[in-house]
């Protein structure tokens, strides 16, 4: 098939209703991606919506959550951010934190990865 049919193709599937979408999976440690901050963040409630709009909104967020809090766990919504760099990582909380006016946080790197893969149906 050419570009232009593989193309067609999927636009056919999509309109039929057949695909919801298509993704890719990118191995981001092999292309230098190494730095990964999961980043919770203690949000009023009555700011939810706000906030978590705000943090999606930033290309470097790939995951954004509202998790329940328990107690001693006072963080109810989780960023996942990657950068090539720690620094990288930092500067994007710094400006998450400026548009929200969020200061309550905690960083959690990765360290090592255990298991990758993508969702199988």
């Not at 232009?4 to 981001?28: C, Y």
Request: net charge negative.
């Amino acid at each position: 098939m050419s570009e232009e049919e593989v193309i067609d193709r999927l636009k056919t599937l999509l309109e039929n209703g057949k695909i919801r979408r298509l993704a890719a999976s990118i191995a981001h440690r092999k292309i230098g991606i190494n730095s990964n901050a999961m980043t919770v963040w203690k949000v009023p409630g009555e700011r939810v919506d706000e906030c978590g709009k705000i943090m999606a909104s930033f290309e470097e967020v790939t995951h954004c959550y509202e998790r329940p809090t328990f107690p001693g766990w006072k963080y109810n919504v989780f960023t996942m951010i990657h950068g090539y760099t720690d620094e990288e990582c930092e500067n994007v909380i710094e400006s998450i934190k400026q548009k929200t006016g969020l200061d309550d946080y905690v960083m959690l790197y990765s360290e090592r990865e255990f298991k990758k893969v993508g969702v199988r149906i």
